[in-house]
Structures are given as structure tokens and as C-alpha cells.
């Protein structure tokens, strides 16, 4: 099954909690996008958020996906106190080839996927010719405010940091 993640952290070491899912899911990439220095998206009295996105290629279930990602933040000790707020780590599956969820535990495509830089943009530096529900990634992207797209800095490839 080939799945679209995308990850991000703005607290403590944001790198090395990005770290622990290329690491994680080293054997199962398909391709990474650079990791992008963005801002924070719904709550904004919050730091920067470091984001990437990954595609894998696994042999997982959805649902053993998903609870791996949560495996994940919970080793980076990650609480949800506040909805759309600080985290140590996010494990967000975007998109998953053949299949669609609308189960409140695992929705796929992401509801939110389409109107967010943070997400579209590393995404499409991963795959130029990716697709989000049959519309191609370059065109919402030209959907959305161009400040939001401008505001998500490529800083390397996650080697590189």
C-alpha cells in the first residue's frame, strides 16, 4: 500500500523528533520532500513548525499505519492539549493509493489536506505529478492565498540538517 505522510514538530528538537519517522520508515520510502520551515497553521500564538512529507510503500493495514504514526508521537511524548496546537510530533496520513476512509478515527483523503501549504507544498516536492482527490497538487496549490504558499521555506533535505 502506498501511503502520503506528512510530519511536523515545533517543540523541542524539532529536527531529531522528524528524525524518528525517516528513521522509522527509512526501508519503506518511496520518495521525501525536503523538510520546510513553515508557520503555524489554525492556532498562531505558537513557535514555527519544521514539516516534511514522506511516501512510503508498506505492507500495513490503514489502521496499523495509523497506529504506527501514533507510536510514533507518543514516543516524542506528544499531548494533545490544544486543537491545532504546539506538538512534538504530527504523523498525519494524507493520502492512501486506493482507498478512502470516512471513519472519525482514520479519514482519508485528509479533510484539510487541500487548503494547506504546509501539507501541499512538500507533498508536490516529493511527487511533482501527485494527485489530491483527482486534482492535481500544482493546482491547489494556485488555489490557496499566495502568502500561505510563500511562507513555507524549503531548509534542506533532512540528511542535510
Known sequence: ?????????????????????????????VAASPVYATPPWGVEDQDEFLN???????????????????????????????HWGPRTLDVDIVDIEGFSSTDPELTVPH???HERAFVLVPWLAADPDAFLNGTPLEELIAKLPE???????????????
Open 147 to 161: 502568502d500561505d504558499v510563500a511562507e513555507v521555506r524549503p531548509l534542506g533535505a533532512m540528511e542535510e540538517l
Open 1 to 29: 500500500m502506498r501511503a502520503v505522510l506528512s510530519i511536523g514538530s515545533n517543540m523541542d528538537d524539532r529536527v531529531k523528533l522528524l528524525r524518528t519517522v525517516f528513521d522509522e520508515f527509512a526501508s519503506d520510502i
Open 111 to 113: 479533510p484539510y489536506a
Open 52 to 82: 516534511a512529507t514522506l511516501i512510503v510503500e508498506v505492507e500495513e493495514t490503514p489502521l496499523e499505519l495509523l497506529r504506527r504514526g501514533q507510536r510514533l508521537e507518543n514516543e516524542a511524548e506528544r499531548v494533545r492539549v490544544r
